[in-house]
């Protein structure tokens, strides 16, 4: 008799007609023949799936170049496919779901032939954790398969856990014919169901990631009462040995990974690594906040990676413990066989390959490395990886902080007054363009908890849910936001940042068991200069008071622009977000008359 798996399975294959069906036991062996596969048997673009790099000097990697068309997720043609559009919301793109599995169906027919199809079933999260979620995704590449093998629980176990269940999240990939105009990642967060074609780049192919673990999951964590969020997840040691764990949602380009992994600049201090993506939150037995990561690895960017800027990171990618470790999409050193990428801290090999596998010449404007190249590596491999990490149960959360990016405004860290209103900081979070970004410097982009392009249903329900978490906690964590970005009259950056964000997390630990008092604002709350320890920094007084200035003048146009964004979802938009806004107003009007 066949499982339910078994027949989906045989449906997919009926419908994309492979040669074969493999079905992965996510197994070491199997992951060095995968590895062959795509050296020997599968091409992209007239080049193969894998090349091995030097293992002399970066042991146990493999080289993979993607399709020149297929470099980054695809957010226009990224789907959430909703019963009605209004549950979808402004902030997803929505098709209804039977024109999009008639078109889908289409393009997947027969698209498999010749290839293997890939059964992989995979555990999002530990087995053993009450919080952790069954899954299976179909792929016809082995680079798929290999990256997924790194990136989740992948193999028998998660296999024995279905068992004959119908109760697993599906997820159906075929790169096709890489046609950007056939390229569709659609959600079905009704029938926890995705379909991609088209794209082999991870954030579009690995289905776990941001399909799963955040579109659908958050759908998932709105009917069943938990957060799927864009966040890392650390501890942090004190001279005393006490760890204390936080969350932390920041957008692109603001530090979330040299954080997850930042080796601190006050002695004594320790920073654990449980992830440097995504945490999903669920609420314990004792009204704590608890947050697992249910991913196994690190799919980061490359460019700006080094030993000055992020160690330990640099230090997984040398480590051989686990088996394999991918780069996509950087330059090639053609005498040493060696990735290399801008800001890697070495030399521009004189001899490479660019990321399209075309020779590079120095005297060109254009990168070696793709802007968004990058490294697919086993959490495992990290020096800093916390013994917490497979904890079934998760950690406690004891602090959420939310980034930005924001040159002016926003002070470098700041202390919600309440639950409630460390919400509506969030709802208002968001970073400023760059000319490469957009064509204009200073062009704020709203992204609250870094989850526009990731909530899979409407964003003014998504806030209203983080209200109902709130409500339930019997000991909710702190909520601070962060903004490493300041600059000074020369447009200078004031802080530091990397190692010496350290300072600002030990003033959030001493604010955390109430050891400091802080100083309330407009805003919210602000550190006393003489609770930070900046001593040694050697930044002059009047720079450091910038950091923290409010200026309620120059807000105008900033609650401007906050009125307008949450008025986009209408009614969805919790009442106690137009309050927040309203109090926010009145503070800052009060504050010019003072």
């Not at 074609?197 to 399909?211: E, H, Q, R, V």
């Not at 700006?304 to 330990?312: D, E, F, M, R, V």
């Not at 602000?526 to 320890?533: A, C, E, I, R």
Request: hydrophobic letters at 35%; one cysteine or more; proline letters at 6%.
């Amino acid at each position: 008799m066949t499982t339910p798996l078994e027949r989906w399975v045989d449906e997919q294959a009926k419908l994309t007609k492979p040669k074969k069906i493999y079905w992965c036991d996510g197994s070491e062996k199997e992951a060095q023949n995968l590895i062959e596969i795509g050296i020997r048997d599968e091409k992209i673009d007239g080049t193969p799936v894998f090349q091995k790099l030097n293992h002399t000097t970066w042991p146990n990697a493999y080289y993979h170049r993607s399709h020149p068309t297929d470099v980054a997720r695809t957010e226009h043609l990224t789907f959430v496919c909703h019963a009605n559009k209004d549950l979808a919301g402004p902030n997803n793109n929505w098709m209804d779901p039977r024109e999009a599995k008639e078109k889908l169906t289409k393009l997947f027919d027969g698209c498999m032939r010749g290839r293997t199809l890939y059964v992989m079933p995979y555990t999002m999260g530990h087995p053993g954790s009450p919080y952790a979620k069954d899954c299976v995704q179909l792929t016809d590449i082995s680079y798929v398969a290999v990256s997924m093998r790194i990136m989740t629980r992948m193999g028998k176990q998660a296999l024995d856990r279905i068992g004959s269940s119908d109760q697993f999240v599906r997820g159906l990939h075929s790169v096709g014919d890489f046609d950007p105009n056939k390229r569709f990642i659609m959600h079905f967060p009704d029938e926890k169901l995705v379909w991609s074609i088209g794209s082999g780049y991870g954030g579009n192919a690995l289905l776990g990631k941001k399909c799963f673990s955040l579109r659908i999951a958050s759908y998932m964590g709105l009917k069943e009462g938990w957060l799927a969020e864009h966040m890392v997840v650390l501890g942090i040691e004190d001279p005393q040995g006490k760890v204390t764990y936080i969350t932390a949602a920041m957008p692109s380009a603001c530090g979330k990974t040299n954080l997850a992994m930042l080796e601190s600049a006050l002695p004594g201090y320790k920073i654990w690594t449980l992830g440097d993506d995504i945490a999903w939150l669920n609420i314990g037995t004792d009204g704590r906040l608890y947050a697992i990561n249910p991913e196994t690895g690190l799919f980061g960017v490359a460019p700006g990676t080094s030993l000055k800027t992020n160690p330990n990171m640099m230090h997984t990618l040398k480590n051989t413990k686990f088996f394999p470790t991918l780069f996509t999409n950087t330059g090639l050193d053609r005498d040493t066989q060696e990735p290399w990428w801008e800001g890697i801290g070495t030399p521009a090999p004189k001899n490479a390959f660019d990321w399209q596998g075309k020779a590079w010449n120095p005297s060109q404007e254009a990168k070696m490395a793709h802007p968004n190249s990058r490294f697919t590596v086993s959490i495992y491999n990290s020096p800093t990886l916390s013994k917490e990490y497979d904890n079934p149960q998760g950690v406690p959360i004891s602090a959420i902080i939310l980034g930005g990016r924001r040159t002016q405004l926003i002070p470098l860290v700041l202390e919600s007054l309440s639950w409630q209103h460390g919400v509506f900081l969030g709802t208002r979070a968001g970073s400023e363009t760059t000319a490469a970004a957009s064509g204009q410097v200073g062009v704020v982009r709203r992204d609250p908890m870094a989850m526009i392009p990731f909530c899979g249903y409407n964003m003014g329900d998504y806030f209203g849910h983080w209200l109902n978490i709130g409500k339930r906690l019997k000991h909710p964590p702190k909520i601070f936001t962060v903004n490493w970005f300041r600059t000074d009259e020369d447009g200078e950056y004031i802080w530091p940042g990397f190692g010496d964000n350290i300072r600002v997390l030990k003033w959030m630990l001493d604010r955390i068991d109430g050891r400091v008092e802080a100083k309330e604002t407009a805003l919210g709350y602000v550190p006393h200069l003489k609770d930070l320890h900046v001593q040694d920094l050697k930044i002059p007084q009047h720079d450091l008071e910038k950091l923290f200035a409010v200026h309620p003048a120059e807000w105008k146009q900033e609650l401007e622009n906050i009125e307008r964004f949450l008025i986009q979802f209408g009614e969805h938009t919790p009442p106690e977000m137009w309050q927040e806004h309203k109090d926010l107003c009145a503070a800052l009007n009060h504050a010019v008359k003072v």
